[in-house]
């Protein structure tokens, strides 16, 4: 397959999931037990596929040797982050334009399951520059970027739990999602505007053709377990939201104090 053709699908499959992932907004309550299943079934299968070949079937890199397994799972981590972010940020766009808690529950599940991924991300990191750098951290621009992001993504989430009421809530969550978004795009480009001591981007030109699809493997099946996850915290947010809706307001103080 050739470098071309790879870098193509490695556009084109970005941005059909974006699309496909764009699409549970609405669609929390037509996925039944069963679809869910399915999707972590497969999910599980292409993480287990894809590591056992990572680990035990392609060769050693040629510098890195066995070090350079942590790859598997540390950039399929990487692009997923970027993914879910992506997501949130449509669903803030789309919260904010059409005002349905559906998309609410999307941008909040979306930047969850994102944070997850970018915590996964720096421990993951921190591991492989312990073996290649000799250290745990270093104020490299990715790096630096990466770990912003996810201090980012937790502040929606705190601004978020400080809102009173649902339109509030969902406001504030979806402008300070778009506010986040502004570092994802650094994230991804800094390499190539502030070159440092992370290697450069990952691509088909980069890899090895052996590493390829152990990669995509585990990619896949990272998106499919995070959109698993989107499904089962966005449903759970989706009914919270509704409740707190519907809730009766109290017509007086909660407590009232006794007389003689």
Known sequence: MSAAYLSLLGVLIPLLALAGLGLLASKFKAWGSRQEAALLAIALLCLVTGLTAG?????????MREVMRILYVHVPTAWNALVFATVALIAAIGSLSNKRRSWDATNTAAIEVGLVFVVMLLI?????????????WEWDPRLTTTAIMGVSFAGVLSLRSFADGGDRKRVWTAVASIIAYIDVPIVYF?????????????S???????????????????LFLGSWLVLKRGRLELLTTEAEAEAPAADGPALVAGGE
């Open 55 to 63: 680990l035990f079937a392609t060769p050693p890199e040629t510098k």
């Open 204 to 222: 088909p030109g980069t890899v090895s053709d052996e590493f390829h699809w152990p990669l995509r493997a585990v990619a896949f099946g990272l």
């Open 190 to 202: 800094v390499v190539d505007l502030a070159p440092g001591i992370h290697q450069e981007r990952s």
């Open 124 to 136: 993951q990191g921190s591991i492989w520059g312990k073996a290649t750098w000799d250290s745990f």
